[in-house]
């Protein structure tokens, strides 16, 4: 492949809803630049972004995948680095990477399904970023498939932004050709993408009034001197109005529609126009970051000329193909058997090879410009989010943030004595997803998992299988319930053994009571009177009191918010010993525990839900079947409501699947630990014959 500058470049991410058509959009597109000489797959597993064996057998994209084409634009040839993303919510981590890196969006909508959940998150990602985006609408073969009636979807959806750039051309039900509402002129394909000029069809022509007369009154936004031509009915030239749109499109006020149909490889030359003349190169950019040595904002654009740096977007770890560390060139040219310095590790980093990665495929080049993605291997420290520069510029590039996972079960292995593999293999996916990490709860003695939901979970299971030749269980978790005490209690505790020589001899009266903090497990104190018990044996009362605390009687779980006061007990000047006063208070205490009204505590989560308005009142129906507590509602300006609620963590077990399904995959939630609260008795009952259970076992 040909190095271009940075000018040259056009980064572009494929998003939309599992399901939409991007891997075939991206396929279409390296078929008809001549990438491939035959268009690959998803259901034959052939497709160039689809290699991994998970996606071929699952028939979904689970990462991103970079995909390199050229194209003769229009003034010159460009280089259009395509990042196909996955669709499905679970790996919406990938798609962030993506767009860390992308300078423009496709948000491929399939015109039969129409807007899609998957198709509004696009959207609202890209509005969150400020990118530009266009909408290509693909399965435009499907004779049911109306572009008309997708249109006043997407408009009522998002509103005056969206322009339609082509009108289809159909005959005998077949989609044939387009009309180019910026040219005003018909094209009827002729083999693949490919077209000729053709008369606009009398039909078109209301529809394409409509059109037309919508990106007219945009082009005449564009300045005082266009809008008083305008209102003067003076037409504008074809020029004028391109340079006009291009401007809307590349701030992101402009979001043009236009067609194609994925398995035809139809509209893909359009596509590529599009891509061509609306969205920006690096060269138009600028990229933000923090200046280190002052903390404050840095603002840079891309440029070739200047000293070399890059930004870390993406780490693929592959058991076949080895390690490759994706990044992005920020300034400069990156140049093979170069060092460069790791800005956030603080470590000098060794670049022997550069390489494009063009799915599997990693192709060698010579160089790379400003603007430009590439890849580079076996790289010793660097990880995804890393900034790479000259040692003597300080600075940190700015990463999207990546979404927290909240989905967790427990896991273990299947065989006994490969945890080690696990871990390692693990630590390796994690790299990949940023979104995937891993817990050790020592309390409850498990292993949980973290991701986006149970979909992800069970690829990471398959992964390690396959790839890793390990496999593993997931289970629901143990959820870290806490035991405490309801009313003052007073007991004794005496520890007396005698077994010839020396005996052992602790005696200890002690008043047990909740002392009302419940992040503390215990207070101790001591109020005893004329050296009933000498000093010297507190600690030891002190140390059995700790050691109780770890596990209650209740149901083994952790103690918390108990008030241990030493009042009184007895000692013999032989016999008595620290370990005899230690057994003595443990004996006092598990005397005391259970008869002082003992409780479960179950941990309580402060819970955010975002739902669009629609869904608040079944939300909340539903928070309250979960036993959770509704404590307000706060509009947001996107028709959306976050509802803040208190819920037990026990609740909360599969909370995203449910959530997914009752908004259409449109609601998204969010938790931080907040307190323990006592657990309803019907829960206590069945928490505590449980743990009984399990310890018979």
């Known amino acids: 492949m040909n190095v271009y500058g940075t000018s040259q470049i056009r980064n572009v991410a494929l998003l939309g809803h599992g399901g939409s058509g991007k891997t075939t959009v ?5 078929y008809v630049t001549g990438v491939t000489k035959r268009m690959g797959s998803v259901p034959e597993g052939s497709t160039i972004s689809d ?72 959207w609202n990602l890209c509005e969150k970023l400020n990118m530009p985006r266009l909408f290509f609408v693909t399965n435009m073969d499907d004779d049911q498939a109306s572009f008309r009636e997708l249109l ?22 077949k989609f044939v050709g387009f009309v180019n509402v910026v040219k005003m002129k018909g094209r009827r394909f002729t083999k693949l993408s490919d077209y000729e000029e053709c008369e606009i069809p009398e039909y078109t022509k209301k529809n394409l009034g409509i059109a037309r007369d919508a990106l ?30 291009r401007q809307f499109v590349s701030s992101g006020d402009m979001v043009p529609v236009i067609m194609g149909s994925g398995v035809n490889a139809q509209g893909f030359n359009y596509l590529l126009q599009a891509i061509d003349k609306y969205f920006p190169s690096p060269a138009a950019l600028e990229a933000t970051g923090t200046d280190v040595s002052n903390g404050e904002l840095f603002v840079t654009k891309y440029n070739d000329e200047a000293a070399r740096s890059c930004k870390v977007f993406k780490t693929v770890v592959d058991p076949f193909i080895g390690r490759y560390t994706l990044l992005k060139v920020i300034t400069g040219t990156l140049r093979p058997d170069t060092s460069i310095y790791n800005m956030t590790r603080d470590a000098d980093e060794k670049i022997a090879k550069l390489y494009i990665l063009r799915g599997k495929e990693a192709i060698e080049v010579p160089e790379l410009h400003a603007g430009d993605i590439g890849a580079v291997a076996k790289l010793t420290v660097t990880e995804t989010g890393d ?16 979404s927290k996972p909240y989905t967790y079960k427990a896991y273990a292995a299947k065989t006994k004595g490969d945890e080690d593999k696990i871990s390692t293999a693990l630590g390796r996916i994690m790299e990949e997803d940023l979104t995937i990490r891993t817990v050790n709860d020592a309390e409850n003695r498990q292993s949980l998992i973290y991701g986006i939901g149970d979909q992800q979970l069970d690829v990471v299971v398959s992964r390690l299988k396959e790839e ?109 010993s620290e370990l005899a006063f230690k057994m003595a208070a443990t004996l006092a205490f598990k005397a005391a525990f259970m008869e002082a009204n003992p409780v479960l505590l179950e941990p309580i989560a402060s819970l955010m839900v975002t739902v669009p308005n629609e869904f608040a009142g079944d939300i909340m129906g539903d928070l309250n079947r979960r036993r959770g507590r509704v404590l307000g509602m706060n509009a ?57 259970a399990e310890l018979a076992e």
């Open 51 to 122: 290699f991994d064996k998970e996606e071929i057998k699952r028939q979904f994209s689970i990462s991103t995948s970079l995909i390199p084409i050229e194209y003769k634009g229009e003034n010159g040839p460009i280089k259009v680095n395509i990042l196909d993303t996955p669709g499905y919510f679970d790996f919406v981590g990938e798609v962030e990477e993506a767009l860390s890196a992308a300078d423009a969006a496709v948000i491929v909508v399939n015109c039969k399904a129409g807007i899609e959940p998957g198709t509004i998150r696009a």
């Open 152 to 173: 006043l979807k997407l408009e009522k959806q998002f509103g005056r932004k969206i322009a339609p750039f082509q009108v289809p051309i159909r005959e005998n039900e």
């Open 26 to 30: 991206a396929e279409a597109l390296a």
């Open 216 to 245: 007219i009154e945009a082009v005449a936004e564009t300045s005082e001197e266009y809008m008083e031509r305008y209102f003067g009915g003076e037409e504008f030239t074809e020029e004028e109005v391109s340079a006009a749109l």
């Open 636 to 692: 947001n300006h996107d028709n959306t409501q976050t509802i803040n609620a208190d819920i037990p963590m026990s609740e909360l077990y599969g909370y995203c699947t449910d959530l997914r399904s009752m908004t259409g995959g449109l609601g998204d939630f969010s938790y931080t630990f907040s307190r323990y609260e006592q657990a309803p008795g019907d829960v206590q009952k069945r928490e505590v014959e449980a743990r009984a």
């Open 468 to 576: 890793y030749k390990v496999e593993v269980e997931l289970a629901k978790p143990k959820f870290a319930f806490r035991e405490t005490i309801r009313k003052k209690v007073v007991k004794q505790g005496k520890y007396k053994k005698q077994s010839g020589g020396h005996g052992q001899y602790g005696d200890v009266k002690m008043e047990f009571s909740p002392s009302g903090d419940l992040d503390t497990p215990y207070v101790f104190e001591e109020q005893v009177f004329g050296g009933a018990v000498p000093k010297n044996y507190f600690p030891a009362v002190e140390k059995g009191i700790a050691e109780c605390v770890q596990k209650g009687p209740l149901a083994g779980y952790p103690v918390v918010g108990i008030k241990a006061v030493l009042l009184d007990g007895s000692y013999h000047p032989v016999d008595s």
């Open 387 to 402: 900034t790479m520069s000259a040692k003597d510029a300080r600075i940190s590039y700015d990463m999207v943030e990546i």
